[in-house]
């Protein structure tokens, strides 16, 4: 297929389909002024300074019919998102007035922008990386706050700056081993290959421990809430979400198939997942309710175990436990037992919810240090993990065969920031984008 040419103007519709306050028709490319100035009734955007609006009217040149009035906003390259010579027309969201003003661009010689071009722009002129690329997308993507702040830190090149520190270590490594092997007689001291290996070895694996929390804060995780029944799952459900979702009864067995709530819980978008109660039933539709209840448990991400503080503990049921956070309910009623591998809430009277949620949250986020860079995109996470098993590899070996493998490193590590990339690479990172953006 191939990349598409640079150097045409593109022109799209950068917001969303349907009807607005505003809608905005983007266009860029070498020549893309003059084109705009075919159809702009007001003050010609070949005089205006960049980075400001002028009002003024759209005109279809062939009819001189008005098609709308608007706003125009003129960027020049390479003050602009993607470099070049780029307008915006701030019309009224209408998409009949949108779709005109649009094909009345097309008339004019502008060509239809594919998903992602204007920023496909930004990174081949060198206005951003491919790895802040990236975040543009995460970011148009983002539905939690945790999402949100994650890809903004990818965005003013949090990621990107991290690598590049690191290739530059890599790199004066590499230079000092070449030194040594070109040049013994110069007495250049021997690469000390370890020393600097090391470092560079650490800041990648703590990159890539961040990838889990970096996964969970943009894509969501699931959380199931399991145990016996008229334990009280379907009250913490509820009490978590702050309306009755599901149906509470004292009557054990009430929930016989399973129900899913999305919550956020500090910015990190989740859903809850209530579940059938676990036991042996002659029931076939509990029966088959209690199965999906397991099944659904080996998928989340995590457990919540309940169990009744106010009745005799049960056997505990076969659950991936590493996952697992036990819950001891009903704190409102005189106890049992008492376990301190359990969390007490009481969904009547609140009491421990705030917990749950900090430990909820410590368990899906674990370590990840809070205000730093989370490594969320799998592109990226593949790129590190080559990297650290290339200076692994590394760290054993002669230093001719250790420069080979920290330039494999090297070559990783470029891959994330898009340089040297293949264009299968590169279309692949844009075809999730929108047009328009
Ligand atoms: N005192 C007290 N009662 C509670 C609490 N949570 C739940 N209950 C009561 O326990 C009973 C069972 O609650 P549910 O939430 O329906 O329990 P469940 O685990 O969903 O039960 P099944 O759907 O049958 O598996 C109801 O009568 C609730 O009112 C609590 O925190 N305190
Ligand atoms: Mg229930």
């Known amino acids: 297929m191939g990349l598409p040419s640079l150097n045409d103007v593109i022109a799209a519709i950068a917001t969303p389909p349907g009807k607005g306050a505003v809608g905005i028709v983007r266009v860029s490319g070498n020549g893309s002024l003059e084109l705009v100035s075919r159809l702009w009734q007001g003050k010609s955007p070949s005089r205006l300074r960049g980075g400001r609006f002028t009002y003024g009217k ?111 270590q890599l790199f004066s490594l590499l230079a000092h081993i070449q030194a040594w092997l070109d040049y013994p007689e110069e007495g250049v001291e021997p690469a000390r290959i370890h020393e600097t290996l090391e470092p560079a070895l650490r800041e990648i694996q703590h990159l890539l421990a961040t990838a889990p929390a970096g996964r969970i804060a943009q894509k969501g995780a699931r959380i199931a809430l399991v145990g016996a029944p008229n334990a009280g799952k379907s009250s913490l459900l509820n009490a978590l979400l702050g309306y009755e979702r599901a149906i509470v009864t004292p009557i054990p067995g009430t929930t016989r198939d399973y129900l899913e709530a999305p919550l956020e819980i500090a910015g990190v978008p989740l859903v809850a997942i209530d579940t059938a109660g676990l036991r042996e039933t002659e029931d076939v539709v509990e029966q088959s309710g209690v199965e999906r209840a397991l099944q659904i448990a ?21 659950l991936p436990w590493e996952r697992t956070l036990k819950v001891a309910t009903k704190a409102d009623l005189p106890a049992a037992w008492s376990s301190a591998e359990y969390l007490e809430v009481s969904s009547q009277t609140g009491l421990g919810l705030e917990a749950l949620r900090q430990h909820i949250h410590q368990r899906l986020l674990g370590e990840a240090p809070e205000g730093e860079i989370w490594v969320s995109n ?60």
Not at 382 to 404: K, T
């Open 298 to 318: 080996q998928e989340a991400d995590l457990i919540l175990y309940l169990a009744d503080q106010s009745q005799p503990l049960p056997p505990p049921p076969a």
């Open 58 to 168: 759209i005109r279809d040149p062939r009819t001189q019919e008005i098609l709308d009035e608007a706003l125009l906003l003129v960027f020049r390259g390479p003050h602009s998102y993607t470099g070049q010579d780029s307008a915006e027309l701030h019309t009224h969201g209408s998409p009949a007035v949108l779709r005109r003003v649009l094909q009345t661009l097309f008339e004019l010689g502008a060509r239809p922008a594919q998903p992602g071009e204007f920023t496909l722009r930004a990174y081949l002129n060198g206005k951003m990386d491919l790895a802040q690329a990236e975040a543009v997308l995460s970011l148009v993507e983002s539905e939690s706050e945790a999402a949100r702040r994650q890809a903004l830190r990818g965005l003013s090149a949090g990621l990107s700056r991290r690598i590049a520190a690191l290739s530059e």
């Open 378 to 437: 799998e592109r990226h996470v593949e790129a590190l993990r080559r990297a650290e098993a290339h200076l692994q590899e590394a760290q054993g070996a002669p230093e001719d065969l250790a420069g080979v493998s920290i330039e494999m490193a090297l070559d990783a590590l470029a891959e994330i920031l898009g340089k040297d990339v293949s264009e299968e690479v590169i279309e692949r990172v844009f075809r999730n984008f929108c047009v328009g953006k």
